[in-house]
């Protein structure tokens, strides 16, 4: 009995640190795609700081309720996907803007 509360408490540990590190991402000023560019400088702080949130949600639910922890996993999972996709449109659009100019 000990040993699967340990589990858990390394679980909670490390979706804690996820969470936490979303949030620091969000707030500081380096990041994968700058807040400068529109939209898709936001939509990579939202997606990450979102997604370690559902993260430790998920890790708390699956003690208690494995179906609703499942239905978070892929909310998750739909986040991450679409949030990609946002992102690769913006890409694809600046580049085809770019190539107008250019």
């Known amino acids: 009995m000990s040993e699967d509360l340990e589990k ?15 949030i620091i991402y969000a707030i500081s000023p380096v ?8 939209v898709a400088g936001w939509v990579d ?3 990450i700081t979102v997604t370690g949130g559902l993260n430790l949600i998920q890790s708390y639910l699956k003690e208690s309720n494995e179906h609703l922890a ?6 998750k999972w739909v986040l991450i996907v679409l949030g990609i996709l946002i992102i690769a449109i913006i890409a694809l659009v600046v580049v085809g803007i770019a190539n107008l100019f250019a």
């Open 8 to 22: 858990r408490e390394v679980s909670h540990v490390g979706a804690w640190i996820w969470a936490v590190l979303g």
């Open 70 to 75: 499942k239905i978070v996993k892929g909310i």
């Open 45 to 47: 702080d939202i997606l």
């Open 31 to 38: 990041d994968l795609l700058p807040d400068v560019i529109p």
